[in-house]
């Protein structure tokens, strides 16, 4: 997708962080609730149908007005009538997810040092994700934290649209902003009260 920028804050739903799918669910809601136009939706354990599932039913709560990314699974992306797909290091290449959605989907990628910024620039994916900048438990084997030295850096290593990842809180949103990030992952900072979560980060970006 040409031109694409991901707004300032890109809220991921991951399967994990609920203690069943009516939470997944209520969280969309109120995210898409309070303006929210883009929404990525991760589940790493659960079955294709139950993630194909939970798709449809995200594609129809919140419409046309919020974009919706798959992560890993363009397959599922296409079945759900979703707006685009991010992979990380271990899942499919841009170009083949590229090759797979056609030109008009949004690709997204995880990178977590400069080498693999700069691998991810020659992919041509419509944005880059960047992390974790600050220690996070929202993955078990989470790789090393890259701080905000580690976002500047890979801010000058590419144009494309940085979003950054892991472990950031309201307090830290407006430094990792002006370190070079135009958009901030959000997943465990969003809870329990989604729509209160995003109303203190958009005050202090503001």
């Given amino acids: 997708m ?12 991951d399967s994990s962080c609920f203690l069943n799918e009516s939470e997944l669910f209520s969280a969309a809601r109120a ?12 589940n790493k354990t659960g079955s294709s149908r139950e993630m194909l599932s939970h798709a449809r039913e995200l594609r129809r709560i919140v419409g046309r007005q919020v974009m919706l990314i798959m992560n890993d ?11 685009g797909v991010h992979v990380g290091q271990d899942d499919l290449s841009v170009q083949a997810v590229r090759r797979i959605l ?16 700069q691998e991810a620039v020659a992919a041509d994916p419509d944005y880059i994700a960047f992390g974790p ?4 438990g929202s993955k078990a084997n989470p790789d090393p934290v890259v701080g905000l030295e580690g976002v500047r850096l890979a801010r000058s290593l590419t144009n494309k649209p940085l979003v950054a990842i892991g472990g950031i809180t309201a307090a830290h949103a407006r430094s990792v902003i002006d370190a070079g990030a135009n958009s901030l992952a959000l997943i ?3 809870l329990p009260d989604p729509a209160k979560s995003t109303a203190q980060f958009e005050s202090v970006l503001m």
């Fill in 2 to 13: 040409p031109d694409f920028l991901p707004p300032r804050l890109y809220p991921i739903l």
């Fill in 31 to 42: 995210l898409a609730g309070v303006g929210c136009t883009l929404l990525q939706y991760r």
């Fill in 73 to 83: 699974r363009a397959d599922l992306a296409l079945a759900a009538d979703f707006d």
């Fill in 102 to 117: 056609g030109p008009k989907m949004i690709v997204g990628t995880s990178t977590h040092n400069p080498e693999q910024v």
């Fill in 133 to 136: 900048v600050f220690a996070t």
């Fill in 188 to 190: 465990s900072a969003l």
